[in-house]
Nanobody, 123 residues
Framework: QVQLVESGGGLVQPGVSLRLSCAAS????????IGWFRRAPGKERDFVAA????????QYADSVKGRFTLSRDNAKKTVYLQMNSLKPEDTAVYYC????????????????WGQGTQVTVSP
């Protein structure tokens, strides 16, 4: 079992950067692929990015490709989502989640979820 806790959200202006962290507890963290999802007000939960268990491969939603970068440090049991050039449409609650399904964009394939961290991008 894995417990996940997100941090790093906040209120920022358009164009700036934020780095979200997803800290895990549990012995098997390094065996899980990790995904990030976000839910904007009144919208469905959307896939943002995913990273394989060893960090070798990453996938991104088209809306964030080239702006967001996902990495992980298994020794620290932490995954990082670097978000650059933030836009107002990036405003959402961001969640990290763990799965054994590599590269999945389907939230229903993720077993464990964090509580989320709010990111607000506003002038």
């Amino acid at each position: 079992q894995v417990q996940l806790v997100e941090s790093g959200g906040g209120l920022v202006q358009p164009g700036v950067s934020l780095r979200l962290s997803c800290a895990a507890s549990g012995r098997s963290f390094s065996t899980y692929h990790i995904g990030w999802f976000r839910r904007a007000p009144g919208k469905e939960r959307d896939f943002v990015a995913a990273i394989t268990y060893n960090g070798a491969d990453t996938q991104y939603a088209d809306s964030v490709k080239g702006r967001f970068t996902l990495s992980r440090d298994n020794a620290k049991k932490t995954v990082y989502l670097q978000m650059n050039s933030l836009k107002p449409e990036d405003t959402a609650v961001y969640y990290c989640a763990a799965t054994h399904s590599s590269g999945s964009h389907n939230p229903h394939q993720y077993f464990y979820w964090g509580q989320g961290t709010q990111v607000t991008v506003s002038p």
